[in-house]
Structure formats: C-alpha cells, structure tokens
C-alpha cells in the first residue's frame, strides 16, 4: 500500500512563506499538491511530473508558489511565498493520478496552513 506523508504547514503572517514536504513511499509518475478551504471544494494548487519539467499552477498561486521534486527521495515540495489569508486551507499531497486534474491520486492525511492578515 503506497503511503504519502506530508509536512511543513502552520501559521504565518500575510507576506510570509512556508515550505511544504510530502514523502510517497514508491516512485509514482506524477505529484502535487490540492487544498481545501472549509466550505469550499477541494482544488487543484499545483502538480509536477516526472521529470521535473512538466509543472502546473493554479491561476490563484501562479509567481508566488514553487513545486520541485527529488525522486531519489520520492519527495516532493511546494515553496510558498507572499502568502495570503486566502491561501489558507488543508493543503494534502496527492500521488500517481493525472497531472493536472487529479485524477486516480493516492491522498496524504493533509497538513494545515493558516495565514493571518
């Protein structure tokens, strides 16, 4: 059973930056990052596939965040930066589905990101 793991939210002021980490127990082809503000649906924020080349961001996060991957690792990041309140929400990692879209992912157990105004 694949595993995914992710760390690195918290609270931080408007402006700031968090880096998010999320570890996947096996090589999977493509990763990414959704999160979920409450009482809205969940959304796609960024994705990266394989070979690092191939990235995609929401409109809302496009200048701001950064995803990378080290497959040696199996880990990918998301680097956040000029945070938002509006960037608060449940951020899970998502493993193995279609980069962008989500479809057929493996999910983590999601880490939370707060910013304050």
């Known amino acids: 059973q694949v595993q995914v793991v992710e760390s690195g939210g918290g609270l931080v002021q408007a402006g700031g930056s968090l880096r998010l980490s999320c570890t996947v127990s096996r090589f999977t082809l493509n990763m990414g990052w959704f999160r979920q503000a409450p009482g809205k649906e969940r959304e796609g924020v960024s994705c990266i596939k394989w070979s690092g080349e191939s990235t995609y961001y929401a409109d809302s996060v496009k200048g701001r965040f950064t995803i990378s991957r080290d497959n040696a690792k199996n880990t990918v990041y998301l680097q956040m930066t000029s945070l938002k309140p509006e960037d608060t929400a449940m951020y899970y990692c998502?493993?193995?589905?279609?980069?962008?879209?989500?479809?057929?992912?493996?999910w983590g157990q999601g880490t939370q990101v707060t910013v304050s105004s």
């Open positions: 998502a493993a193995g589905g279609t980069c962008p879209g989500g479809a057929g992912n493996i």
